[in-house]
């Protein structure tokens, strides 16, 4: 019978510990405010509430006692919480740096089945069909706001390792480009001039691979160029080098053709129009999306198996964690069993020393939370970093530690509390008061 | 040795905490192998049976071809063995998701890469066959590919004559790689030159070549035979890059972004919070025992002994929780690998990742069971058995 009880009990602690990660992973952040501002004002007016607070009092009190095994709580978890959310930035960072090139006034035109620029053929006969396309921009002159691009790929040598060569994106543009993509502006130095040998760099490409300053000289497919300007743009391009469409066709001998066609829209809604015409056109086997599509689907793949893996070792480290929090918080219970009897026997319920245990574990976890969540945003939020993309040549984007991931950091924080508090809170109500008393 | 009941009842001492302190132990081995697998997917340059072969390629971009005519020219180079050239086919099956590592090859290409060991008999019907591709055994269950099969490819690059992009190939052979091949050997889609050239809408193809594996008469010629081919396009446009294909494959593996450094940054993290979680409660246990130290110093135990004993004890401890978590490793990477559908190459844990992984262990162990163990060394008898 006994045994059945104690199974019964190890049953429905289990079901609580379920049914909470269920709704705290549910819960948006007001709802757990919420809960917060309602525990907070059963603690300031009830009688319980009150008890609950003096018992947490004097725990607190001791916890500079057991500094050191109250800071396995906070350390291990500053480790799960700082490693996720790290993880988390790397993901979130490099889609949105994809995701932020493209928008859906603008769409891009490549050969059928393409996939991506790199893999791309135009002849210049489909670019200009795609260009008087109906639903395209026109300018003042009544031409079309189009840039018929190329991307070619240049072995340059990184910076942190001189030693290895690494693919850098080189993008042919044409004069429009420039109305076409207004993110982009020139920081340092001038735009290139057509017909030149001359390109600007991307602030992300200069600051990962080596040479690229204004004013130096580049080796590209055999013959020099030069370096005359820097442009930013906070996104994907930014990793790029750019010069003019004709002069680097006609370096990588590409005579008149192109790998792509970007095109200004009338409106967004101008698309379908855009896409039904160039899909009837007989002369063409084109692949049509907004660049916003084109842009964020490049980043799906890389962002899924980021987010995979942070958040399975994310797991596997609380895991650790809690069990860490566990034995802190059995050894604190129980060097403080007495005094938890002794308050039992005076007249205090279960219900204050419970949530006074937990309520321990759980600033210890926050606090953890917060150093963890902490460091990671110093020392990681904008950290730039490169990895292969789509036109298999380098994409550089930065970490992005944002709000809203500093608040999963926490959220997890404080369910690893609840589960490592529980137990020993449990414990700590259930042992007889005779018992307890007597062990010491 | 003799102490080892000793050690072991006191590890077990308070079986909760023990038990407690073992999971944590358990989940950071778990990682560790879980991730240490990852790094050896990525950095799979190491390719025991290609330590003969050099990779030429562009030197200005991976993206530019060199002339086939090339080839006779670095075949007379001495100490070249053989010369083999091949392109990137850039496949998918079925669906954009599916991509298929698959390269046209010439003829010999399948020669100077021993470690695909295609049965004679297959080899004979691929020669014999125009259409025919042969593919590494786990592409092949990836996709549920027989011998026989007809597969179309769509390469996302070059069209047929025709303008279709869907090429039809007749699979005549599955390979099984040889010991020492580089991981994700066995994801490879090999088929003839010949019918790329023949069938291809781009006509230059059959002019150019993607890229030349050059195999050696001995590996200690590769830099004086690297530096001979590079010469024979120096100052034309068409300069090539020769380096060994180790080389090739790592500088590759760098560009997909430090697996290394993320993978050594996480462990730090992962193994500084595991001493202090096992620090803690170990420093605790041997705080409890003071008396029972006492007790075996003054029935003639040495200090020596007892420091012996309470740092072999914080050993045991990281080896019971490393080995169960480095065995569940073993067990949880090849379904992973499984079920990420040939995405991730995660080789099993090898005898490396265990050698490293017991090092950890005995380090990690006596660091954590120093202080403690020190503690005890020092332990004055009357002091401690007066409860002061």
């Known amino acids: 019978m006994k045994r059945m009880k104690k199974f019964g009990f190890g049953l429905l602690t289990l079901l609580i510990v379920a049914a909470f990660l269920v709704v705290w992973i549910a819960l948006p952040w007001q709802g757990i405010v919420a809960i917060a501002v309602v525990f907070a004002l059963w603690m300031a007016l009830t009688r319980r509430g009150r008890q609950t607070w003096q018992v947490t009092r004097v725990g607190l009190a001791t916890v500079v006692q057991r500094?050191?095994?109250?800071?396995?709580?906070?350390?291990?978890?500053?480790?799960?919480?700082?490693?996720?959310?790290?993880?988390?930035?790397?993901?979130?960072?490099?889609?949105?740096?994809?995701?932020?090139?493209?928008?859906?006034?603008?769409?891009?035109?490549?050969?059928?089945?393409?996939?991506?620029?790199?893999?791309?053929?135009?002849d210049r006969d489909s670019a200009n069909?795609?260009?008087?396309?109906?639903?395209?921009?026109?300018?003042?002159?009544?031409?079309?706001?189009?840039?018929?691009?190329?991307?070619?790929?240049?072995?340059?040598?990184?910076?942190?390792?001189?030693?290895?060569?690494?693919?850098?994106?080189?993008?042919?543009?044409?004069?429009?480009?420039?109305?076409?993509?207004?993110?982009?502006?020139?920081?340092?130095?001038?735009?290139?001039?057509?017909?030149?040998?001359?390109?600007?760099?991307?602030?992300?490409a200069r600051g990962q691979f080596a040479g690229l300053d204004v004013g130096r000289s580049i080796r590209l497919a055999g013959q020099t160029w030069t370096v005359v300007g820097e442009f930013v743009s906070n996104d994907v391009l930014e990793s790029e080098l750019w010069g003019d469409t004709q002069s680097v066709a006609s370096a990588y001998r590409r005579g008149s053709s192109m790998q792509s066609v970007t095109v200004m829209l009338d409106s967004p809604a101008a698309f379908d129009t855009f896409k039904a015409s160039l899909a009837g056109d007989p002369r063409l086997k084109v692949d049509v999306s907004t660049t916003q599509e084109y842009f964020s689907k490049q980043s799906e793949g890389l962002t899924r198996v980021l987010r995979a893996v942070g958040i399975t070792v994310g797991i596997i480290m609380a895991i650790g964690a809690v069990f860490g929090a566990l034995n802190t918080m059995f050894a604190a219970i129980q060097a403080r069993a007495r005094e938890i009897a002794t308050l039992r026997a005076i007249g205090f319920r279960g219900i204050p020393v419970v949530v006074s245990v937990m309520l321990e574990t759980m600033l210890l976890a926050l606090l953890g939370g917060v150093i963890g969540a902490g460091i990671v945003w110093i020392v990681f939020n904008g950290y730039t970093a490169s990895t292969l993309g789509a036109n298999f040549s380098q994409v550089v984007f930065r970490f992005h530690v944002s709000a809203a991931l500093l608040w999963t950091g926490i959220k997890w924080a404080l369910a690893i509390g609840f589960i490592g508090g529980l137990f020993p809170a449990l414990r700590a109500a259930r042992v007889p008061v005779t018992t307890a008393l007597r062990e010491l | 040795m003799k102490y080892m009941h000793l050690i072991w009842a006191a590890l077990f001492r308070r079986k909760t905490r023990t038990f407690f302190t073992l999971v944590s132990i358990l989940a950071a081995f778990l990682l560790f192998g879980m991730l240490d697998a990852t790094r050896a997917a990525f950095a799979s340059g190491d390719s025991v049976v290609g330590v003969d072969r050099l990779i030429t390629t562009s030197k200005y971009s991976i993206i530019q071809s060199l002339p086939a005519s090339l080839s006779t020219r670095i075949q007379a180079i001495p100490g070249v063995k053989a010369v083999a050239a091949a392109n990137w086919f850039g496949g998918i099956y079925q669906?954009?998701?599916?991509?298929?590592?698959?390269?046209?090859?010439?003829?010999?290409?399948?020669?100077?890469?021993?470690?695909?060991?295609?049965?004679?008999?297959?080899?004979?019907?691929?020669?014999?066959?125009?259409?025919?591709?042969?593919?590494?055994?786990?592409?092949?269950?990836?996709?549920?590919?027989?011998?026989?099969?007809?597969?179309?490819?769509?390469?996302?690059?070059?069209?047929?004559?025709?303008?279709?992009?869907?090429?039809?190939?007749?699979?005549?052979?599955?390979?099984?790689?040889?010991?020492?091949?580089?991981?994700?050997?066995?994801?490879?889609?090999?088929?003839?030159?010949?019918?790329?050239?023949?069938?291809?809408?781009?006509?230059?193809?059959?002019?150019?070549?993607?890229?030349?594996?050059?195999?050696?008469?001995?590996?200690?010629?590769?830099?004086?035979v690297a530096r001979a081919i590079d010469a024979l396009s120096a100052n034309s446009d068409h300069e090539t890059k020769t380096q060994t294909e180790q080389a090739f494959n790592a500088s590759f593996a760098k560009q997909l972004g430090d697996i290394g450094l993320i993978v050594s940054a996480i462990m730090g993290a992962v193994f500084f919070t595991l001493i202090l979680l096992t620090g803690n409660p170990m420093a605790q246990a041997v705080r409890e025992r003071t008396h029972e130290l006492a007790v075996l110093k003054t029935i003639g135990f040495s200090s020596h002994s007892v420091l012996g004993m309470v740092l072999a004890e914080g050993i045991l401890l990281l080896v019971l929780g490393g080995v169960l978590?480095?065995?569940?490793?073993?067990?949880?990477?090849?379904?992973?690998?499984?079920?990420?559908?040939?995405?991730?190459?995660?080789?099993?844990?090898?005898?490396?990742?265990?050698?490293?992984?017991?090092?950890?262990?005995?380090?990690?162990?006596?660091?954590?069971?120093?202080?403690?163990?020190?503690r005890a060394m020092r332990l004055n008898i009357v002091d401690a058995l007066a409860g002061r």
């Open chain 2, 325 to 374: 978590g480095l065995a569940l490793a073993g067990i949880v990477v090849p379904i992973v690998a499984k079920g990420s559908g040939g995405m991730l190459n995660l080789p099993p844990i090898g005898t490396q990742t265990w050698i490293l992984g017991l090092v950890l262990m005995v380090v990690i162990g006596a660091l954590v069971g120093a202080l403690p163990a020190l």
């Open chain 1, 129 to 204: 069909v795609v260009m008087q396309a109906p639903g395209v921009k026109k300018d003042a002159q009544g031409r079309p706001i189009a840039s018929g691009e190329l991307v070619v790929v240049a072995n340059l040598p990184r910076k942190s390792d001189p030693g290895s060569d690494s693919n850098v994106p080189i993008r042919g543009v044409s004069a429009d480009v420039w109305s076409l993509r207004d993110q982009v502006k020139i920081v340092e130095g001038r735009k290139f001039t057509p017909g030149l040998r001359e390109l600007i760099v991307g602030k992300g």
């Open chain 1, 67 to 122: 500094l050191g095994s109250s800071s396995v709580v906070v350390v291990g978890i500053a480790g799960v919480v700082g490693v996720l959310v790290a993880m988390l930035a790397m993901s979130d960072g490099f889609a949105e740096t994809l995701r932020s090139t493209g928008n859906d006034r603008t769409a891009i035109v490549l050969r059928g089945g393409s996939q991506a620029e790199l893999n791309s053929i135009l």
């Open chain 2, 95 to 224: 669906d954009p998701k599916n991509f298929v590592l698959s390269f046209a090859v010439s003829e010999n290409y399948l020669d100077i890469y021993r470690e695909i060991e295609l049965p004679a008999d297959q080899r004979k019907v691929y020669e014999n066959t125009r259409t025919g591709a042969v593919v590494g055994e786990a592409l092949a269950k990836r996709f549920g590919w027989k011998l026989g099969d007809k597969v179309p490819l769509q390469s996302t690059i070059f069209p047929q004559r025709n303008g279709d992009k869907t090429w039809p190939f007749d699979i005549v052979g599955i390979y099984r790689p040889a010991k020492g091949a580089a991981n994700g050997t066995d994801q490879q889609f090999f088929f003839h030159h010949k019918y790329f050239e023949d069938a291809n809408a781009f006509q230059s193809v059959g002019t150019t070549v993607g890229w030349y594996a050059v195999q050696l008469t001995s590996a200690d010629k590769a830099d004086s």
